[in-house]
T-cell receptor
Framework: EDKVVQSPLSLVVHEGDTVTLNCSYEVTNFRSLLWYKQEKKAPTFLFMLTSSGIEKKSGRLSSILDKKELFSILNITATQTGDSAVYLCAVNDKIIFGKGTRLHILP | DARVTQTPRHKVTEMGQEVTMRCQPILGHNTVFWYRQTMMQGLELLAYFRNRAPLDDSGMPKDRFSAEMPDATLATLKIQPSEPRDSAVYFC???????????????????FGEGSRLTVL
């Protein structure tokens, strides 16, 4: 059975800290890995990763994929209160999501 | 401003009633997904369609749930009869298939609607 596991399930840090969120997967037919951010409503797209070792960056967020070890990490540097959200990882063959990491940034 | 539109945004109903949720995908997108989100289970894939044809609905309780795409601008998710355990936020998402082989699909980015919050009393 395909599955996506995210860790930690929740995380509380202070503004300015750096955080690393983890996503491991087991799927029959891997095509890509997607990261989403969900605040109060719909998930919004952050990154899509298809190749190992190539870092994707967007401002203070970055992500990398390891297809050999079947995981990805999402890094957020110099966190801000606006980064508080649930971060979701999904793996594309059937777009299966993990349960997410709930991140709370304290001012 | 292209976006996925879902209706209703909120629905409160009594157990046993029929519930229909509707989704208008982004124009030009050929793949539509239905998800259910709860605190306990997270985002669960219920069903998805490509070019209006159902590709997989294995995540959906078949006895009470049904999903259809009567045309390219409308996807529906129906629950009949509804039960309290169906209370959740139901999301529709659309994307553009870039290639497909076997039973898998490669959609790249998925765009989500705002969700339909269902409460079954």
């Amino acid at each position: 059975e395909d599955k996506v596991v995210q860790s930690p399930l929740s995380l509380v840090v202070h503004e300015g800290d750096t955080v690393t969120l983890n996503c491991s997967y087991e799927v029959t037919n891997f095509r890509s890995l997607l990261w989403y951010k969900q605040e109060k409503k719909a998930p919004t797209f952050l990154f899509m990763l298809t190749s190992s070792g190539i870092e994707k960056k967007s401002g203070r967020l970055s992500s990398i994929l390891d297809k050999k070890e079947l995981f990805s990490i999402l890094n957020i540097t110099a966190t801000q209160t606006g980064d508080s959200a649930v971060y979701l990882c999904a793996v594309n063959d059937k777009i299966i999501f993990g349960k997410g990491t709930r991140l709370h940034i304290l001012p | 401003d292209a976006r996925v539109t879902q209706t209703p945004r909120h629905k409160v109903t009594e157990m046993g009633q029929e519930v229909t949720m509707r989704c208008q995908p982004i124009l030009g997108h050929n793949t539509v997904f239905w998800y259910r989100q709860t605190m306990m289970q997270g985002l669960e894939l219920l069903a998805y369609f490509r070019n209006r044809a159902p590709l997989d609905d294995s995540g959906m309780p078949k006895d009470r749930f049904s999903a259809e795409m009567p045309d390219a601008t409308l996807a529906t998710l129906k629950i009949q009869p509804s039960e309290p355990r169906d209370s959740a936020v139901y999301f529709c998402a659309s994307g553009l298939v870039r290639r497909a082989s076997g039973s898998g699909i490669d959609t790249g980015e998925l765009f989500f609607g705002e969700g339909s919050r269902l409460t079954v009393l």
